[in-house]
């Protein structure tokens, strides 16, 4: 894994410093390690922004660069290639249907088992300090991408919340707008999409709440204004787009779970030794490249193993 600091969104650092010092920086940032600049900047520099498109301009990932040994995936292929049923179910339809979603105003609420529980703002979710982290994404479908993105540690969000100890599990909720998302009135998924976690697994320091990728502000068909980034599991439980997100004593209904629970777990962790019932999961395609490579045991994340020491990895549940 990638961590890398990213300074709060809306200092425009390329406006106040010389273009050529301004690439200098850059470079001495790559060499030394971001987090330590960006820790230095002060809060005062987060200002309100109109949509902002350059969440970071101190963006350090390039396009081309190495992420682990891997090469980050285009950003054209990932605003372009997607799963985002609401707005249609063939891989072109988002990026060509999602400008209709309207991510302002937006408001997260935030309750069931919590003592704290709150109606968050986007606006001051952006202001938060934060973190670029290129994770492998792996679909359902045996395609797969790597992607820089740009949020922060979902349990450091959660926490916040003060989860009572009756939070077993955490519960997200995406839009649902007939008029921002005309697919959905053709009944393909039980609207509005829902999934869930584990609390112990939405703590895990690898689980992540994506707000951009590559340094601008997340396009519309990856998931605006805030989604889920949860590199272990198969891509389905990555729910994008959230307004809502519930404490729960009980396991929540997941969307792909209740259409088809013999092919899509609650879990759903990447394992290449179980099969889809329709497909094989031993390997993948990482969009752009020619042939098949082998997937990898929670997609190459065994840091999370420790989270299923009790599960029979072989069941679907
Ligand atoms: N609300 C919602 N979230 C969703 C989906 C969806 O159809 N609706 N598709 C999921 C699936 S199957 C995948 S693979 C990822 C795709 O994310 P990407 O298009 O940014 O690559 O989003 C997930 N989150
Ligand atoms: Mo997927």
């Known amino acids: 894994m ?6 709060p969104h809306a200092l425009r650092e390329s406006e106040i410093t010389p273009q050529p010092l301004y690439l200098n920086r850059r470079q001495v940032l790559a060499g030394m390690g971001a987090d330590v600049a960006a820790l230095s900047l002060p809060l005062s520099a987060c200002a309100k922004a109109d ?13 081309h660069e190495q992420a682990g040994g891997e090469t980050v995936t285009p950003f054209s292929t990932v605003s372009t290639y997607n799963n985002y049923y609401e707005f249609g179910t063939s891989k072109s339809d ?12 937006w408001t997260v ?5 919590c003592e704290a529980p709150a109606r968050v703002d ?5 202001a938060r300090r934060l973190e670029q982290r290129v994770y492998r994404h792996r679909c359902v479908e045996a395609w797969s991408i790597v992607v820089p993105w740009d949020g922060f540690a979902l349990g450091d969000f959660l926490k916040q919340f003060k989860p009572t100890s009756k939070a077993k599990y955490v519960a997200f909720q995406t839009l649902y707008d007939p008029k921002q998302m005309p697919e959905t009135r053709h009944g393909i998924l039980d609207w509005p999409y829902v999934e869930g976690l584990r609390i112990d697994e939405a703590m895990h320091p690898l689980a992540f709440l994506s707000v951009g990728m590559y340094g601008k502000v997340l396009p519309n068909q990856d998931g605006a204004p805030l989604r889920l980034t949860i590199p272990w599991k198969y891509g389905f439980k990555s729910i994008k787009s959230i307004v809502r997100i519930r404490f729960t004593e009980q396991r929540p209904p997941t969307t792909w779970n209740k259409m088809a629970s013999n092919e899509y777990g609650f879990y759903a962790n990447v394992n ?5 019932p329709r497909w094989s999961q031993a390997r993948e395609r990482r969009l752009g490249e020619l042939f098949k490579r082998d997937t990898l045991m929670f997609n190459g994340y065994p840091e999370v193993a420790s989270l299923y ?7 679907n549940y």
């Open 2 to 7: 990638l961590i890398r600091i990213l300074p």
């Open 309 to 315: 020491s009790g599960l029979n990895l072989r069941m």
């Open 109 to 113: 609420e935030v309750d069931g088992e």
């Open 94 to 105: 988002p990026a060509e249907n999602a400008h209709t979603l309207q991510t302002r105003p």
């Open 51 to 63: 949509a902002p498109t350059d969440l970071a301009p101190l963006k350090i990932a390039a396009e």
């Open 272 to 276: 290449p030794h179980v099969d889809h």
């Open 122 to 126: 986007i606006d001051s979710i952006l």
